[in-house]
């Protein structure tokens, strides 16, 4: 059973548990036990499994270990401490495990210090041994995997890869069995992907081979659902979920929080006021405080940050970056300043999120949308100085749909609703690596196989064809008889239902090629005509691009035309915008949740200023008007500013004014109008349900609209919506996109999106990224040339002869399952379809003479980057002049 | 689709039926190539064989051709011989025994070991070159030298296909015969028959980067393309006129 344990124990109570000597360490370095801790200590002396989840600098990993270090010396003092593994430790991580191996040397150095002074020549005697930590990674040398065989540490410190590898060295594994604790640390940053799963297919198999049960302890940072991650760390039996408890220790540290608009109108004021006014603003908070930490949302937007810090007000070397793009050394440095207090600031835009100890903070302040609720939590919860401190956090935003976004994200974070994550349910292609894994280290019978793996939380409800499929290919049943020698990588015995190694050369494969992260390359992009290399593009930004999309690299458009291995071939666009935004893989998806509470916002705060006005009557919206009580009402409650609350109610007010309505959670506005400057035509669905949704919203209701229509459409889609762009009027009425929307049932809606997906590249890619997870392609050999070693067999053709022969290959289904439901959200757009066929949520179709205020941003994004963000400004202002002349005509 | 008088384009095949010699022609089959990519670590499933015998035994009933000429590159891999490949080979050869025909290899770079079968599997090998009747087969890796009075060079190794776009503006590869001249004599490229060689879209390449000596000598932008795909042999222009829409 899953249960909440909610009230924390005394401090006595907790430090009772601990034995004489680690107690009396714990209390000569700590006044008092943090949150965490005060649950910590006692529930894991008695065994249990747990999840622990508290903001980082709340003495998590002390609350995780202590308890454990004195259970170690206990066995110490008794004696009957071995050269064997009692507690393994997981961090996704290397950079953690370092720090944890430095942190945890001088507790068991001072602690055995002490039993030394007090047992003196005894410890020869009574075989007091000290307790022993090691770090095993990619990085240990071969020579300390050599001493770790034979004299195994006590505590070892690991990463997901190098247990798996472990896993299988039949030498290491019997230091293993021996284990009674696992802690898995950052879980937020495994419960949510692969990499994660393949973990706990690892824990599965290292359960199954320890003498005795181990007690299993998950740590991280805030996440939603506790109850996901809890089974995702205590696994399954039986189809049913182990028993954890849950610590929530998360809002431990409280919150004081706003958005800040640095101008009062965000449409007319200069932009380089309006860049003055935010710098100004950043200048401020930097001065005020001691140290400040400035999350971006882009490593380039990091770069920018700095640089005008530097120029405008004459920064030197106290303010800094640090994101992932920079060396290590660079980051490493950054983070020393940091710790030691002596920077005045320090920019990032994700790498110093979450992780390293980076001393104390006084103020967060954060540029534009972080796009979730956990995410705003986790990167304000950095500021304040210990874990009894306020964090202060600031966000700055610099457009309109930005500003309601934050207000409602922070709004959200005080009421503590979180946006939540979910577990890739069922991955194949890393069940095959661990077949393949699990197949060398014994014989094993198909059921007790089967059975482990259903204690995965993520295969806890796999089909046992779905296993069987995989058996089967990796016995290399799909080629015939003589073949199987190569392509086998397991031996299966169909009449004795077992399964077992094959070969020699599968466990090298194996060690070789095991992990689930990608290789992720930068790729070259390149004018098909002329051969010239323009740049790179990451291939994650390839991916997404479909035949004839537009994007810019370098300030320069470019039509992508096709993709060769790793190249990019475009050529020069004299169109006049992108149709892909050029940071989208940067860029942060809005989540579900949080588009959710948007949605319900604007329900509530459109029908009082409806209310409002037509009690009034009110014809037209002046900028500086007072806000009416009624509305000012509802926007007090909310964390902003003074500018932002009248931005926010103009916003408002002006979008209904124009239209009549402010799309909500309870209505899906469709909005058909037509472009000002260039003669194109929109079709907006004005479509709040997190930009995961949206993608497949708008493939879906995209291919179904360009069926009916028979025309070629562009599609643009973003967190406030989607939209279909054409050069020539369609005929669409209210009627069609009724029909449209109620075609797309719950049947009909998996092959549609099926057929769409495999036309993109990124079906290609991760197609042959499941490939290589699942051992058909080798990442170890690189590329795949036919003799002569020029043609490639592209994964196009792969792709085509998979098909060819099985249409529910295990591999293509894995492609499919995670392009449909972890790259996009399929459940959730059957879901929003659902509820509008039951009219839970309304659809309105409107025409427009001009795109409303609530399109704008949706539709200017289209033109930004190719006209740079001064002549966007410009577009939008020019866009907003046109609506507020019609308001004020009516 | 009749190319002239005497040599008819399968439809929708990579293969050539000459009347003359009551045979047909193909090249580059590169069998045994997924058990080759197998060992290097890509498992593709195996469909190369069993397509090329397919195609072979509609091409055979079509024409009741009595020989098949395999113009370069029967197997995959240089100089060795791969188990997997004997086996393919032995199959295909099997299968063109049990249809009554002769089977005539023309050497390519990958093909030094096939005279080591020559004896047990009974087989016309020709090394570099071969003249039969008024054609001159040669793989393509090195200059034909006697074309003399030849009606028609014919060759592979290059691997032609042609890119084009769809009306939905995907871009896609078509593999395509090339017809033009070498030296005066009429010449005739083959596209390869293996089913995993997408292929080198000619009207997307610089001239320098061409596989085959022979092609960098020509002026392939004057070759003309006919291409191959769902079911039929098309005539596709010049390559110079394709490159325009590239």
């Given at each position: 059973?899953?249960?909440?344990?909610?009230?924390?124990?005394?401090?006595?109570?907790?430090?009772?548990?601990?034995?004489?000597?680690?107690?009396?360490?714990?209390?000569?370095?700590?006044?008092?036990?943090?949150?965490?801790?005060?649950?910590?200590?006692?529930?894991?002396?008695?065994?249990?499994?747990?999840?622990?989840?508290?903001?980082?600098?709340?003495?998590?990993?002390?609350?995780?270990?202590?308890?454990?270090?004195?259970?170690?010396?206990?066995?110490?003092?008794?004696?009957?401490?071995?050269?064997?593994?009692?507690?393994?430790?997981?961090?996704?991580?290397?950079?953690?495990?370092?720090?944890?191996?430095?942190?945890?040397?001088?507790?068991?150095?001072?602690?055995?210090?002490?039993?030394?002074?007090?047992?003196?020549?005894?410890?020869?005697?009574?075989?007091?041994?000290?307790?022993?930590?090691?770090?095993?990674?990619?990085?240990?040398?071969?020579?300390?995997?050599?001493?770790?065989?034979?004299?195994?540490?006590?505590?070892?410190?690991?990463?997901?890869?190098?247990?798996?590898?472990?896993?299988?060295?039949?030498?290491?594994?019997?230091?293993?069995?021996?284990?009674?604790?696992?802690?898995?640390?950052?879980?937020?940053?495994?419960?949510?992907?692969?990499?994660?799963?393949?973990?706990?297919?690892?824990?599965?198999?290292?359960?199954?081979?320890?003498?005795?049960?181990?007690?299993?302890?998950?740590?991280?940072?805030?996440?939603?659902?506790?109850?996901?991650?809890?089974?995702?760390?205590?696994?399954?039996?039986?189809?049913?979920?182990?028993?954890?408890?849950?610590?929530?220790?998360?809002?431990?540290?409280?919150?004081?929080?706003?958005?800040?608009?640095?101008?009062?109108?965000?449409?007319?004021?200069?932009?380089?006021?309006?860049?003055?006014?935010?710098?100004?603003?950043?200048?401020?908070?930097?001065?005020?405080?001691?140290?400040?930490?400035?999350?971006?949302?882009?490593?380039?937007?990091?770069?920018?940050?700095?640089?005008?810090?530097?120029?405008?007000?004459?920064?030197?070397?106290?303010?800094?970056?640090?994101?992932?793009?920079?060396?290590?050394?660079?980051?490493?440095?950054?983070?020393?300043?940091?710790?030691?207090?002596?920077?005045?600031?320090?920019?990032?835009?994700?790498?110093?999120?979450?992780?390293?100890?980076?001393?104390?903070?006084?103020?967060?302040?954060?540029?534009?949308?972080?796009?979730?609720?956990?995410?705003?939590?986790?990167?304000?919860?950095?500021?304040?100085?210990?874990?009894?401190?306020?964090?202060?956090?600031?966000?700055?935003?610099?457009?309109?749909?930005?500003?309601?976004?934050?207000?409602?994200?922070?709004?959200?974070?005080?009421?503590?609703?979180?946006?939540?994550?979910?577990?890739?349910?069922?991955?194949?292609?890393?069940?095959?690596?661990?077949?393949?894994?699990?197949?060398?280290?014994?014989?094993?019978?198909?059921?007790?196989?089967?059975?482990?793996?259903?204690?995965?939380?993520?295969?806890?409800?796999?089909?046992?064809?779905?296993?069987?499929?995989?058996?089967?290919?990796?016995?290399?049943?799909?080629?015939?008889?003589?073949?199987?020698?190569?392509?086998?990588?397991?031996?299966?015995?169909?009449?004795?239902?077992?399964?077992?190694?094959?070969?020699?050369?599968?466990?090298?494969?194996?060690?070789?090629?095991?992990?689930?992260?990608?290789?992720?390359?930068?790729?070259?992009?390149?004018?098909?005509?002329?051969?010239?290399?323009?740049?790179?593009?990451?291939?994650?930004?390839?991916?997404?691009?479909?035949?004839?999309?537009?994007?810019?690299?370098?300030?320069?458009?470019?039509?992508?035309?096709?993709?060769?291995?790793?190249?990019?071939?475009?050529?020069?666009?004299?169109?006049?915008?992108?149709?892909?935004?050029?940071?989208?893989?940067?860029?942060?998806?809005?989540?579900?949740?949080?588009?959710?509470?948007?949605?319900?916002?604007r329900l509530e705060f459109s029908k009082v200023l409806e209310a409002y006005i037509s009690k009034n009557k009110v014809k037209r919206f002046d900028?500086?008007e007072p806000i009416p009580k009624e509305a000012l009402e509802i926007?007090?409650?909310?964390?902003?500013?003074?500018?932002?609350?009248?931005?926010?109610y103009g916003?408002f007010m002006e979008q209904l004014l124009f239209t009549k309505y402010v799309?909500n959670?309870?209505l899906?506005?469709?909005?058909?109008?037509?472009?000002?400057?260039?003669?194109?035509?929109?079709?907006?669905?004005?479509?709040?349900?997190?930009?995961?949704?949206?993608?497949?919203?708008?493939?879906?209701?995209?291919?179904?609209?360009?069926?009916?229509?028979?025309?070629?459409?562009?599609?643009?889609?973003?967190?406030?919506?989607?939209?279909?762009?054409?050069?020539?009027?369609?005929?669409?009425?209210?009627?069609?996109?009724?029909?449209?929307?109620?075609?797309?049932?719950?049947?009909?809606?998996?092959?549609?999106?099926?057929?769409?997906?495999?036309?993109?590249?990124?079906?290609?890619?991760?197609?042959?990224?499941?490939?290589?997870?699942?051992?058909?392609?080798?990442?170890?050999?690189?590329?795949?040339?036919?003799?002569?070693?020029?043609?490639?067999?592209?994964?196009?053709?792969?792709?085509?002869?998979?098909?060819?022969?099985?249409?529910?290959?295990?591999?293509?289904?894995?492609?499919?399952?995670?392009?449909?439901?972890?790259?996009?959200?399929?459940?959730?757009?059957?879901?929003?379809?659902?509820?509008?066929?039951?009219?839970?949520?309304?659809?309105k179709?409107i025409?427009?003479?001009?795109?409303s205020?609530?399109?704008?941003?949706?539709?200017?994004?289209?033109?930004?980057?190719?006209?740079?963000?001064?002549?966007?400004?410009?577009?939008?202002?020019?866009?907003?002049?046109?609506?507020?002349?019609?308001i004020a005509?009516k | 689709?009749?190319?002239?008088?005497?040599?008819?384009?399968?439809?929708?095949?990579?293969?050539?039926?000459?009347?003359?010699?009551?045979?047909?022609?193909?090249?580059?089959?590169?069998?045994?190539?997924?058990?080759?990519?197998?060992?290097?670590?890509?498992?593709?499933?195996?469909?190369?064989?069993?397509?090329?015998?397919?195609?072979?035994?509609?091409?055979?009933?079509?024409?009741?051709?009595?020989?098949?000429?395999?113009?370069?590159?029967?197997?995959?891999?240089?100089?060795?011989?791969?188990?997997?490949?004997?086996?393919?080979?032995?199959?295909?050869?099997?299968?063109?025994?049990?249809?009554?025909?002769?089977?005539?290899?023309?050497?390519?770079?990958?093909?030094?070991?096939?005279?080591?079968?020559?004896?047990?599997?009974?087989?016309?090998?020709?090394?570099?070159?071969?003249?039969?009747?008024?054609?001159?087969?040669?793989?393509?890796?090195?200059?034909?030298?006697?074309?003399?009075?030849?009606?028609?060079?014919?060759?592979?190794?290059?691997?032609?296909?042609?890119?084009?776009?769809?009306?939905?503006?995907?871009?896609?590869?078509?593999?395509?015969?090339?017809?033009?001249?070498?030296?005066?004599?009429?010449?005739?490229?083959?596209?390869?028959?293996?089913?995993?060689?997408?292929?080198?879209?000619?009207?997307?390449?610089?001239?320098?980067?061409?596989?085959?000596?022979?092609?960098?000598?020509?002026?392939?932008?004057?070759?003309?393309?006919?291409?191959?795909?769902?079911?039929?042999?098309?005539?596709?222009?010049?390559?110079?006129?394709?490159?325009?829409?590239?």
């Open positions: 059973m899953i249960e909440y344990v909610k009230e924390p124990f005394s401090d006595d109570e907790s430090l009772a548990v601990l034995n004489p000597y680690v107690r009396a360490w714990f209390t000569k370095n700590f006044t008092e036990l943090t949150p965490p801790q005060k649950f910590a200590f006692k529930l894991i002396s008695e065994r249990k499994n747990l999840l622990i989840t508290a903001p980082t600098g709340s003495g998590k990993t002390m609350s995780g270990f202590t308890t454990i270090i004195s259970k170690l010396f206990d066995y110490s003092l008794e004696g009957k401490l071995e050269d064997k593994v009692y507690c393994l430790y997981i961090s996704p991580l290397k950079s953690l495990n370092n720090d944890i191996h430095r942190n945890l040397t001088r507790p068991l150095d001072e602690v055995f210090d002490q039993i030394i002074k007090a047992k003196g020549a005894k410890i020869m005697k009574e075989n007091i041994r000290k307790v022993t930590i090691g770090v095993r990674t990619g990085d240990t040398l071969q020579s300390e995997r050599v001493k770790m065989l034979k004299t195994p540490p006590n505590i070892l410190v690991t990463t997901p890869e190098s247990l798996a590898i472990l896993l299988n060295s039949s030498k290491f594994v019997e230091n293993l069995k021996s284990i009674e604790y696992v802690i898995v640390d950052e879980v937020h940053e495994l419960a949510n992907n692969k990499r994660g799963v393949h973990l706990s297919l690892s824990i599965e198999r290292l359960a199954d081979i320890t003498v005795n049960k181990f007690a299993r302890i998950g740590m991280g940072a805030t996440l939603y659902p506790l109850d996901e991650a809890a089974k995702f760390i205590a696994g399954y039996n039986e189809g049913k979920p182990n028993d954890c408890i849950i610590v929530d220790a998360s809002w431990s540290k409280k919150l004081d929080v706003k958005t800040i608009s640095p101008v009062s109108d965000m449409i007319y004021t200069d932009d380089r006021k309006v860049e003055e006014a935010t710098y100004a603003l950043l200048d401020s908070i930097i001065k005020k405080g001691k140290t400040t930490l400035i999350f971006t949302n882009t490593r380039s937007g990091t770069e920018r940050v700095i640089f005008n810090l530097k120029k405008i007000f004459g920064y030197g070397d106290d303010i800094a970056a640090h994101h992932g793009s920079l060396s290590r050394e660079s980051r490493l440095e950054v983070e020393d300043l940091l710790k030691k207090g002596s920077l005045k600031c320090a920019v990032s835009s994700t790498s110093l999120e979450l992780g390293v100890d980076i001393g104390s903070i006084d103020t967060v302040v954060q540029l534009g949308s972080p796009k979730s609720v956990t995410r705003a939590v986790q990167r304000i919860g950095r500021a304040g100085h210990s874990f009894k401190a306020v964090a202060k956090g600031d966000v700055v935003v610099l457009n309109r749909d930005d500003l309601v976004e934050c207000t409602i994200m922070l709004d959200a974070a005080l009421k503590r609703h979180l946006d939540s994550f979910t577990v890739p349910r069922g991955p194949l292609d890393v069940l095959a690596q661990h077949i393949v894994g699990m197949s060398l280290t014994k014989k094993w019978s198909i059921d007790e196989a089967y059975n482990l793996v259903k204690r995965v939380y993520s295969y806890s409800e796999l089909p046992k064809s779905d296993f069987m499929a995989l058996i089967n290919y990796l016995a290399g049943n799909y080629v015939g008889l003589e073949s199987r020698r190569v392509y086998g990588k397991i031996w299966y015995d169909e009449k004795e239902q077992a399964f077992t190694k094959r070969g020699y050369n599968t466990r090298l494969i194996y060690m070789l090629n095991l992990g689930t992260i990608p290789d992720q390359v930068a790729c070259e992009v390149i004018v098909a005509s002329t051969k010239k290399s323009v740049g790179s593009i990451e291939e994650e930004f390839l991916m997404k691009l479909k035949d004839d999309d537009i994007f810019t690299l370098g300030g320069k458009l470019y039509k992508f035309e096709y993709s060769r291995g790793m190249k990019c071939y475009v050529s020069t666009a004299d169109a006049t915008s992108p149709t892909i935004p050029p940071w989208y893989s940067e860029q942060l998806p809005l989540s579900y949740e949080l588009a959710n509470e948007i949605g319900a916002f900028k500086g926007l007090d409650k909310l964390p902003a500013d003074q500018n932002s609350k009248e931005a926010l916003y799309p959670k309870e899906l506005l469709v909005e058909f109008t037509g472009d000002i400057s260039d003669y194109k035509f929109y079709v907006i669905f004005h479509s709040l349900y997190g930009r995961r949704t949206n993608d497949a919203l708008s493939r879906a209701i995209g291919i179904e609209m360009g069926e009916r229509l028979d025309l070629d459409i562009g599609v643009m889609v973003n967190d406030n919506g989607f939209m279909f762009v054409f050069d020539e009027k369609p005929e669409i009425d209210e009627k069609m996109i009724h029909d449209i929307i109620s075609s797309l049932s719950r049947g009909s809606l998996v092959p549609l999106m099926k057929r769409n997906v495999r036309k993109t590249e990124m079906m290609k890619r991760r197609f042959r990224h499941a490939a290589a997870r699942s051992f058909m392609i080798l990442r170890n050999y690189k590329g795949f040339k036919i003799g002569v070693g020029r043609q490639q067999v592209n994964s196009q053709i792969l792709l085509k002869a998979v098909e060819d022969m099985d249409p529910n290959f295990p591999i293509l289904k894995e492609t499919y399952r995670e392009i449909l439901n972890d790259v996009m959200d399929l459940p959730r757009a059957e879901e929003v379809l659902s509820k509008i066929r039951k009219g839970e949520i309304k659809t179709f025409e427009t003479s001009l795109p205020p609530f399109a704008h941003n949706l539709i200017t994004f289209g033109h930004s980057d190719v006209i740079m963000m001064k002549d966007r400004h410009e577009y939008l202002r020019e866009l907003h002049k046109l609506v507020m002349k019609k005509v | 689709m009749k190319l002239n008088e005497d040599i008819d384009l399968i439809d929708g095949f990579p293969v050539i039926y000459i009347k003359s010699l009551n045979a047909l022609v193909v090249a580059d089959l590169h069998l045994g190539y997924e058990g080759v990519m197998a060992k290097k670590g890509t498992l593709l499933p195996k469909v190369n064989l069993r397509k090329i015998i397919d195609t072979l035994s509609i091409a055979l009933t079509r024409t009741k051709a009595k020989t098949i000429i395999v113009d370069g590159d029967i197997k995959n891999e240089f100089s060795r011989v791969d188990e997997e490949e004997f086996n393919e080979l032995y199959d295909f050869v099997s299968f063109v025994r049990d249809k009554g025909a002769d089977l005539v290899l023309i050497k390519g770079n990958h093909d030094n070991f096939v005279e080591k079968y020559k004896e047990p599997f009974k087989l016309r090998i020709y090394r570099q070159e071969a003249r039969i009747g008024d054609y001159l087969f040669f793989h393509g890796e090195e200059f034909p030298e006697d074309i003399k009075r030849v009606k028609m060079l014919i060759m592979g190794h290059e691997h032609p296909a042609i890119g084009v776009y769809n009306g939905a503006g995907k871009k896609e590869k078509l593999a395509a015969f090339l017809v033009g001249t070498y030296k005066r004599a009429p010449l005739l490229v083959i596209p390869a028959m293996n089913y995993y060689a997408a292929g080198t879209d000619m009207n997307f390449q610089m001239k320098s980067a061409l596989l085959s000596p022979v092609l960098r000598k020509v002026d392939i932008d004057r070759m003309r393309a006919i291409a191959i795909g769902y079911g039929s042999t098309i005539d596709f222009g010049t390559i110079g006129k394709l490159r325009k829409v590239s």
